[in-house]
């Protein structure tokens, strides 16, 4: 070894040590710094070993640029990846979801391939070339577009969200899966590139009588769904692009429609024909199904926006403190959203919602778009806990639209336990006494007097 590199280690060496010296000076439990050095001692040094010792990967030649066109992430990634469940699927996996990781989301873009897919009748490979748009009906000129001819009208980019009107749908009657990914991973946010639909309609003219918009697909499914003028000449879109590139196939390549903060199933992929007629059509996917028994045996329809919502992401199922110890200070994070406007602020309660705090929203604020928020917390001496010294930790979001998160009670009075979408209630997790995360839901008893109404008791189930 030259004289350099004995040098070079020999000052990584003492700044280890002065780190580990100006470590011990801070207060304990406030300050990263402290928890750091205190975990490389209960590493045995590896840390600075890894800092000492030169690794494989540094003494040799990486691949040539030239080797992935396209990037790909790297394979110690390899468990960040979309899941699936024999449960929600059809048996063939073509009418199924795969949902998208979110105990792993940076910031508020979800990477395409990330992205999570639903599809009623498998992913549809479309030649764009091929692919016509018809847009017919109560409009002054109906025409039938090309790509090309689509792509002319002036194009805006906005960031969303999409959310499957079913996320944490199976948890009405109490929690199903313990993991974040299974109970709020059905949603996704990006950001889209198209037109929005009422500069079509400006050059189309469309007649006054005209109510409601059909939106068909062009895959086997033929998926339609009907969306009311008012929303349509709001901030509807026919999307192109996502996320800087082109739609993905199982996004609706070429084009989709995006109906931002209403239900994921109304922003229809492989987009084919927009229809415009005085009533709603009642297609399926709006009577049979994404559809609402209410406690009084009747169905609720036309439902569209998701409503104001947030979820813990960091600790999580997936993400659990198994490895902090008491005076460490960490950092909880969580996603809030709201198909209703843009989100104000978010609440954490350490108890299971009896008492809260004020967390902070992180990075951009936009309307119907996931919103990030933080809190920094130091473990508590207690934090090994007993049954009667619960970590319960719990969210709640507000928006600009005056809504707030419900309670599990207040949801479940006013819709009852046999509903499957928009289940909006806040949600939470217990730490337990060795770290790992539980997803427990605080709820009262019910019973029902000889009308049918709830009558909540005391007590907690």
Known sequence: MDKKSQNDIIDRRDFFKKTAALAGTAIAGSSILASNAMANEHAGGNGEKAILETPEWATKWGDPITKNLYGMPSKYEHNVTRRYTKLLASGNFRASIAVTPIQESMGIITPNGLFFSRSHGGVAHID??????????????????????????????RTHFIECPANGGQEWRGPQYNSLQFSKGFMSCAEWTGVYIKDIL??????????WMLAEGGD????????????????????WGQNGEALRPEQGYPIRLLVPGWEGNLCVKWLRRLDFATEPWYCKEETSKYSILKPSGKIAQHFYANEVNSTVTSPSPEIDWSNVKEGDVVEIEGLAWSGMGTITGVDISFDGGKNYVEAQLKGLVLPKCWTRWSYMYTIPKDFKHTDGNQLLLTSRASDDAGYIQPTVDQELTAVGVEAVYHRNAVETWRVEADGKISHVQLRSEYTRDKDGNVIIEKGEA
């Open 202 to 211: 400006k050059d189309l003219g469309i007649k006054p009588e005209a109510q």
């Open 128 to 157: 764009p070339n091929e692919h016509r748009l018809m847009i017919t009906g109560l409009v002054e000129k109906p025409l039938v577009l090309t790509m090309e001819e689509l792509k002319r009208y002036p194009s805006v980019t």
């Open 220 to 239: 086997s499914s033929k998926m339609g769904r009907t969306i009311p003028m008012e929303k349509v000449l709001d901030d509807a879109m026919i999307v």
